[in-house]
C-alpha cells in the first residue's frame, strides 16, 4: 500500500491547529476489523515516537491535542494548538498489508 | 521500560557485509515479534524486515530480499540483520523496532549508521 501525506511541509503558528493528512492506494481494513493506522513523531535528531495506532488510540503520555481519525483510506491527525515541542517530522504508517509502509513525512516549523 | 540498543554500524566498501546487532532489555524479548526499520540521510522511513517471536516467520521487503537476513537469539534477547553486497544506497540509519501487535511498532532503537560511500 503507498501511503501519500500532505502537506509535506507545514509552517504554523504556535497555538494554531494543524491538520496532516494520510491516504493510502488500498483500504486499510484488515481480515480481523482493525484498521492499522499508525502516526510517528520525529524531532531533528531523534528515533521517531509513535503518538497513535489503530486510527485514533493515543500513545500513554501524548497530550490530548493530538487527535487521529478517518477510516478505510483516508485519514488525519490533527493537532490543536501546537507547541514548540511538536517541530519535527510527522509519519503515517499502515500496518495492515506486508510489506508495512510510511508516508513520506511531514515536517512541521514554527513561522 | 523497554529498550533496544543497537550496535554494529560501521563504513563498509560497496559489496561489502555488515551484521547489526540489537540488545533488547525491560521486556520478555521472547514474547514479541521484532523488526528492523531504516531511514537514508535526510529522507523517510523504509521497513526491512520482521521477524517472529520464535525466529520461524520472516518477513522481507521485497527490495531486499536475498541481500538481507533478519535473526534473532531469544537466548541472549539479541535481534540481528546480516547484510551483504552493500550498496551505496544501503546508507542509512537502522532502528531496531518492537512490534507491540499486529500492525504497530510501539519502541524504537537510537538508531545504527551503516554508511557504504560512492
Known amino acids: 500500500a503507498v501511503m501519500t501525506q500532505s502537506p509535506l511541509s507545514l509552517p504554523v503558528i504556535f497555538g494554531q491547529s494543524a491538520s496532516i493528512s494520510c491516504r493510502s492506494s488500498?483500504?486499510?481494513?484488515?481480515?480481523?476489523?482493525?484498521?492499522?493506522l499508525n502516526w510517528f513523531h520525529q524531532r531533528p535528531g531523534q528515533s521517531p515516537r509513535r503518538l497513535i495506532y489503530?486510527?485514533?488510540v493515543r500513545d500513554s503520555g501524548v497530550p490530548d491535542r493530538f487527535s487521529g481519525s478517518g477510516s478505510g483510506t483516508d485519514f488525519t491527525l490533527k493537532i490543536s494548538k501546537v507547541e514548540a515541542e511538536d517541530v519535527g517530522v510527522f509519519y503515517c504508517?499502515?500496518?495492515?498489508?506486508?510489506?508495512?509502509?510510511f508516508g513520506q513525512g511531514t515536517k512541521v516549523e514554527i513561522k | 521500560e523497554a529498550q533496544l540498543v543497537e550496535s554494529g554500524g560501521d563504513s563498509v566498501q560497496p559489496g561489502g557485509s555488515l551484521r547489526l546487532s540489537c540488545a533488547a532489555s525491560?521486556?520478555?524479548?521472547?514474547?514479541?515479534?521484532m523488526g528492523w526499520v531504516r531511514q537514508a540521510p535526510g529522507k523517510g522511513l523504509e521497513w526491512v524486515a520482521t521477524?517472529?517471536?520464535?525466529?520461524?516467520?520472516?518477513f522481507y521487503v521485497d527490495s531486499l530480499k536475498g541481500r538481507f537476513a533478519i535473526s534473532r537469539d531469544n537466548a541472549k534477547d539479541l535481534l540481528y540483520l546480516q547484510m551483504i553486497t552493500l550498496r551505496v544506497d544501503d546508507t542509512a540509519v537502522y532502528y531496531c523496532?518492537?512490534?507491540?501487535?499486529?500492525?504497530?511498532?510501539?519502541?524504537w532503537g537510537q538508531g545504527a549508521l551503516v554508511t557504504v560511500p560512492s
Open positions: 523496532v518492537r512490534l507491540e501487535a499486529v500492525g504497530t511498532v510501539d519502541h
Open positions: 525491560g521486556f520478555t524479548f521472547n514474547n514479541y515479534w
Open positions: 521477524i517472529s517471536q520464535g525466529g520461524g516467520d520472516r
Open positions: 488500498q483500504s486499510l481494513v484488515s481480515s480481523d476489523g482493525n484498521t492499522y
Open positions: 489503530k486510527v485514533s
Open positions: 504508517m499502515q500496518g495492515t498489508h506486508w510489506p508495512w509502509t
